[in-house]
């Protein structure tokens, strides 16, 4: 049985992992997940990615918007802006209040994270193991100047700039301010989750779906041990490109590649991995230009579609990401 180990981060993470679910239906596929997302909202934890993962791939995710619950209601929302309790910012509903509050009461009780996680999973079945980055706290900070920031507090005098939470940056301001610089507080002294680093040794590929390659696969590479495990496993490494003619697939990640000073082009990315990590690099056809460049990098690189329409079309990029890995073995 092919051993399969995927970094992921939220909705292009799951979705990656629903058309490799197709495309392999008999690996074991570990998916490690980010945690730089987290945020402690009205006294609960809430897990994002984490969240979207379990609930893309089983079945209770709202399809349109790719995050959050199918069929949800804000009832619980609706009241806490009634008393005037915030963020009205962050959207939770209902049934998404639910599997917090479940996460929070048993964090509360003592259970690490990773145990949390494959609780709530028992439920869901997502025909995956979800293992969490690590057990330790750590969220994505984004500095950005003050003035950008309406009834900022703390400023620093000096430099006129502040950080927020990467949840704020993204949904709050939606990432329309310049972002200076992006730090996952705490990766630094966070060690891998359990399971994590034992993943990565035992695995026959590591894939990187196409997740925003600063907070989302960068995030988990920054806990210690992950990126030299990964580096370490001598089993092929093969990453599917974000960025499709010069700009984002979904999201904003432009602008964090920006706050770390890599362009936002397919072969920007492949290089800021590095070819000490990445062996092999799939770009969209539209970017067949940049496989040279890739290629001179030390990474091998092919040219293929790679816009995830439906579950066929991210089952056929899977199928080539693991050729491309095949290649890279033999």
């Not at 001179?296 to 990029?317: F, H, N, Q, S, Y």
Request: charged share 20%; with cysteine.
């Amino acid at each position: 049985m092919q051993r399969i180990v995927v970094l992921a981060g939220g909705i292009g993470g799951a979705r990656f992992l629903r058309g490799l679910k197709s495309a392999a239906p008999e690996a074991d596929i570990t998916v490690i997940g980010n945690t730089g997302d987290d945020i402690h909202l009205f006294g609960l934890k809430v897990c994002p990615d984490l969240d979207t993962v379990m609930y893309t791939l089983g079945g209770g995710i709202h399809e349109d918007q790719g995050w959050g619950r199918a069929g949800e209601t804000f009832a619980v929302k609706e009241e806490l802006a009634a008393y005037g309790v915030g963020p009205e910012w962050f959207g939770l509903g209902d049934k998404d209040f639910a599997t917090h509050i479940v996460r929070t009461q048993m964090l509360g009780a003592g259970y690490p994270l990773s145990a949390v996680t494959e609780a709530l999973c028992a439920r869901w079945n997502p025909g995956v193991r979800l293992l969490p980055m690590t057990d330790d706290r750590v969220e994505t900070h984004v500095l950005i100047d003050t003035a950008d920031l309406d009834g900022s507090s703390g400023d620093d005098a000096e430099s006129g700039r502040r950080a927020v939470h990467f949840q704020e940056y993204w949904v709050r301001l939606r990432a329309s301010v310049p972002a200076h610089a992006v730090v996952p507080v705490g990766a630094d002294v966070a060690k891998p989750g359990p399971g994590v680093l034992e993943a990565i040794a035992d695995a026959d590929v590591v894939l990187f779906p196409p997740s925003n390659p600063v907070v989302s696969v960068g995030t988990i590479l920054a806990v210690p041990g992950i990126r030299e495990g990964i580096a370490d496993a001598d089993v092929p490494v093969v990453g599917l490109s974000p960025i499709v003619g010069n700009a984002p697939v979904r999201g904003m990640a432009d602008k964090v590649l920006s706050a770390v000073g890599v362009e936002t082009t397919a072969a920007a990315v492949a290089q800021h991995y590095g070819s000490g990590l990445l062996d092999g690099w799939l770009v969209d056809t539209v970017d067949a230009g940049s496989v040279q460049a890739v290629e001179e990098a030390g990474i091998r690189c092919r040219a293929v579609p790679l816009m995830m329409k439906d579950t066929e079309a991210t089952a056929l990029m899977a199928r080539q990401a693991l050729e491309l890995a095949e290649e890279v073995r033999a």
